[in-house]
C-alpha cells in the first residue's frame, strides 16, 4: 500500500466523521435521543444524562464509505474486505437496535442478554461461514479441526465485542484504546502484506480520530453500543484474518482487565456477599478513588500503548 493511499484513506474517514459529526450531535439534541445513565453507577455520571449517544454511527459509516471506494480503487473489494465491513455493519446494527431500545424506552437496558448474546453469535456464525466460503486458512494449524476453529472464531468475537462495550464507561476510554488497536494491527497487516486489513485498520483509525475530538470529556457524544459492540467484534475479526487471535489479550490487555474485574467482582460477591472492588468495571474504581476521567483515560492508554507495541514488537522478532 502506498503512503498516497494510506493518506487519502485516513483523511477520507477522518473528514468525514470529523464534518458530519456536529450536524449528528445537533439532530440527536433537537429529537432528546440522550443517553440514560445508570442508577448503579457512580453518581457523578448524572450530569452526563441527556448527552446525545449512536455517535458509533457516523464512524461506521465513514470506515464503510472509504473502505468501499477505496477498495474500488484499488482492486481490494475482496472476501476479506467483505468479511470485515460485514462484522462491523452486522454488530454495529446489533447495537443500534440496544441503544434505540434504551432511548426510546428512556432508561438504560436494552436488549435482554439472551437476545444481545443471540445476536452476537449470529453474526459470528455468518463470519465464520464467510471465512469458511472463501477458503481462509485456519489458524492454530487446524485445518483438520475447522469445527473447533469455527467455535473459537465465535467465541472471539462475541466476548471482545462485549469487552469493549464494558470498557466504554468513561469520555473517549474507548475510542483512544481502539485506534492504538487498530494502529497495532495495521502494522502486522502491513508487515504480511494483507493490504484489504490494513486498508480496514486505517480506516478504522481515521474515523476514530475524527471522532475523539467530540467524544474526550467533557463528552458532547457518547459512541453508545453501536460503535462499541462494533469496534470489539472487528478487532477480533482483524486478529482472526491477520491469524494472530492470541495477541488480542495482550493489545486488547485493558478490555481484558476490564471484563476480568467485572467476572470476579459477580463471583466474589455472589460467594461472600461483598464486593471485590468498590464499582466495577475497574475503571469506576478509580474514579471513586478520587481519579479524573482525564487521569484515568491517560493511564489507561499508556497501558494500551505499551502493551500493543511490545505484544507487535514480539511477533515481528519472534513470529
Known amino acids: 500500500m502506498s503512503i498516497l493511499v494510506a493518506g487519502l484513506t485516513l483523511v477520507s474517514a477522518f473528514l468525514i466523521t470529523f464534518l458530519l459529526m456536529p450536524s449528528l450531535i445537533r439532530y440527536f439534541r433537537s429529537k432528546k435521543e440522550g443517553q440514560q445513565i445508570r442508577e448503579e453507577g457512580p453518581t457523578w455520571h448524572e450530569v452526563k444524562a441527556g448527552t446525545p449517544t449512536m455517535g458509533g454511527l457516523l464512524f461506521v459509516v465513514a470506515a464503510l464509505l472509504t473502505c468501499l471506494w477505496v477498495g474500488a480503487w484499488q482492486g481490494l ?26 432511548i426510546f424506552n428512556h432508561q438504560n437496558e436494552g436488549f435482554k442478554p439472551w437476545q444481545k448474546f443471540l445476536a452476537q453469535v ?39 465485542s462485549n469487552a469493549v462495550n464494558l470498557t466504554d464507561g468513561l469520555d473517549g476510554l474507548v475510542t483512544g484504546l481502539a485506534t492504538i488497536s487498530f494502529a497495532a494491527y495495521l502494522i502486522l497487516a502491513l508487515v504480511q502484506g494483507q493490504a484489504e486489513v490494513a486498508l480496514f485498520c486505517l480506516a478504522m483509525i481515521g474515523a476514530l480520530l475524527g471522532f475523539f475530538p467530540f467524544n474526550h470529556k467533557p463528552a ?79 493511564v489507561f492508554w499508556l497501558v494500551g500503548l505499551i502493551a500493543s507495541a511490545l505484544s507487535v514488537a514480539t511477533i515481528l522478532f519472534f513470529g
Open 122 to 160: 449470529i453474526g459470528a456464525m455468518i463470519f465464520v461461514v464467510i471465512y469458511q466460503h472463501e477458503g481462509f486458512q485456519m489458524g492454530f494449524g487446524l485445518s483438520d479441526w475447522g469445527w473447533l476453529y469455527a467455535l473459537f472464531s465465535i467465541f472471539w468475537m462475541v466476548g471482545f
Open 77 to 102: 473489494l475482496n472476501g476479506t474486505l467483505g468479511a470485515l465491513l460485514f462484522t462491523l455493519v452486522a454488530y454495529a446494527l446489533i447495537g443500534m437496535w440496544d441503544d434505540s431500545i434504551k
Open 220 to 298: 458532547k457524544i457518547f459512541m453508545g453500543d453501536m460503535g462499541s459492540l462494533s469496534l470489539g467484534a472487528s478487532l477480533a475479526a482483524v486478529a482472526l484474518l491477520l491469524h494472530h487471535e492470541w495477541s488480542l489479550l495482550i493489545i486488547g490487555i485493558v478490555y481484558v482487565l476490564e471484563t476480568l474485574s467485572v467476572i470476579l467482582q459477580v463471583t466474589y460477591f455472589r460467594r461472600t456477599g461483598k464486593r471485590l472492588f468498590k464499582m466495577t468495571p475497574i475503571h469506576h474504581t478509580f474514579e471513586m478513588m478520587g481519579w479524573s476521567e482525564w487521569k484515568i483515560d491517560g
